[in-house]
């Protein structure tokens, strides 16, 4: 069974196209049609029903898709145990990072890397922290940089390399802005703008303001935190941002309660074999955590 036939038989599952998998495989529609068709004649089953221009998997198809994706998550694993043997540094490396780590924190540390490494072809994913995180279970990527998960599963591997303080912020001609010493309650009368409820820095703040009892008001929402910013600082609510994102055109609340900081660093998949471009990538992360 040819690997880039189970490939393609993924990508098509996973995007519900077999354009869009031709587009994510730089294939043509029909190469991707060809390879789906010849699998399909080699286990002598049907894997997807196509109904106009709806594709949905078979019970086959269902039934093969875990295991399509554990082989091929397996082979890429012994590819790396492989190729590490060499000890060249060189090869891609995929990874993704947080849009705030990627404008804030990572900058400095690729470039230096870039210049160490220059052998390894970077292919950097700017992805929400929930998205990398997945990215990290389903074998997608090697590493990924993002906000940590408060309680992350034992098959990832986690650690902080940044402290990220989060302050409460208003626009200085918001009606808190005057305020000496708000507290949380203070806050429940006006909108929040915050990230997505699935996000790790929504459920940092949804737990503070459940410890005491109190309901959240968010009027609106995004993942951008310089959107947020941008958002804040024209008066349309209040935000909790990171200490470097606050400028003069913020006024920080001091609440009194428990400060809140985000761990910030990156994660990978401890059953999967790191290569050598991603255990140096590791290295450098862990010379800036020190």
Known sequence: METHNLHAFVTVAETGSFSQAATALCLTQSAVSKRVSLLEEQLATRLFDRIGRTVSLTEAGHALLPRA?????????????????SGEVRGPLKLA??????????????????????DVSLELRFDESERAFDGIIRGELELALITLAPNPPASICQETVWQDPLRYVVSRDHPLAGRRAPDLEELTHFAAILPGASTFTRQIVETQFAQTGLPLHVGMTTNYMDTVR????????????????IDDRLQILEIGSAPIVRQ???IYHRNRTLSNAARHLVEMLQEQSR
């Open 230 to 245: 941008m958002m804040v600082s024209i008066g349309l609510g209040w935000s909790l941002l990171p200490e470097t994102l």
């Open 264 to 266: 910030l660093g990156y």
């Open 69 to 85: 994706r554990r082989i091929l998550l397996e082979l890429d694993d012994a590819r790396r145990l492989i190729g590490n043997l």
């Open 97 to 118: 990072a947080s849009h705030h780590i990627s404008l804030h924190r990572l900058p400095p540390i690729l470039r230096a890397y870039s210049q160490r490494f220059p």
